[in-house]
């Protein structure tokens, strides 16, 4: 973990700052780093990743650059892409990971003939009480 490698903006996804976007729900997941200790995340929604505390060293499955985040700075990936995190310091560091919230559809959803099912079995309900 040397200081030598390069530095970037790391936009790797057009980031929407939009009047929608800034009130859209959010997802945040938090991370605690232990010292000497790598964990590997594979990312399932673009996100910006944030350092909170001790510095964080992190490297990216296809970039040749690792990059060390002090608290506060923020790098954002894509979906898809595996990163490597770990504390750079003595003491244990926290980050975080922050996408926009994507609800999950349910798998029969999209059928018709599923729903309308669901329906008159939900009006024959109270009859059946």
């Given at each position: 973990?040397?200081?030598?490698?390069?530095?970037?903006?790391?936009?790797?996804?057009?980031?929407?700052?939009s009047?929608?976007?800034m009130?859209?729900?959010?997802?945040?997941?938090?991370?605690?780093l232990?010292?000497?200790?790598?964990?590997?995340?594979r990312?399932?929604?673009?996100?910006?990743?944030?350092?909170?505390?001790?510095?964080?060293?992190?490297?990216?499955?296809?970039?040749?650059?690792?990059?060390?985040?002090?608290?506060?700075?923020?790098?954002?990936?894509?979906?898809?892409?595996?990163?490597?995190?770990s504390?750079?310091?003595?003491?244990?560091?926290?980050?975080?990971?922050?996408?926009?919230?994507?609800?999950?559809?349910?798998?029969?959803?999209?059928?018709?003939?599923?729903?309308?099912?669901?329906?008159?079995?939900?009006?024959?309900?109270?009859?059946?009480?």
């Open positions: 973990m040397h200081d030598a490698s390069q530095q970037s903006d790391c936009s790797c996804f057009p980031y929407d700052h009047v929608r976007a009130h859209a729900p959010r997802m945040v997941i938090h991370l605690s232990l010292p000497r200790q790598t964990m590997s995340w990312v399932m929604a673009h996100c910006e990743i944030r350092a909170h505390g001790e510095r964080v060293w992190l490297t990216r499955i296809f970039s040749p650059y690792d990059h060390w985040l002090q608290a506060g700075d923020v790098i954002r990936v894509a979906r898809g892409e595996r990163i490597w995190l504390a750079d310091g003595e003491r244990p560091a926290e980050v975080t990971l922050t996408s926009e919230y994507v609800g999950r559809r349910r798998r029969f959803d999209r059928w018709p003939v599923v729903r309308w099912v669901e329906r008159a079995f939900d009006s024959l309900l109270p009859v059946a009480r």
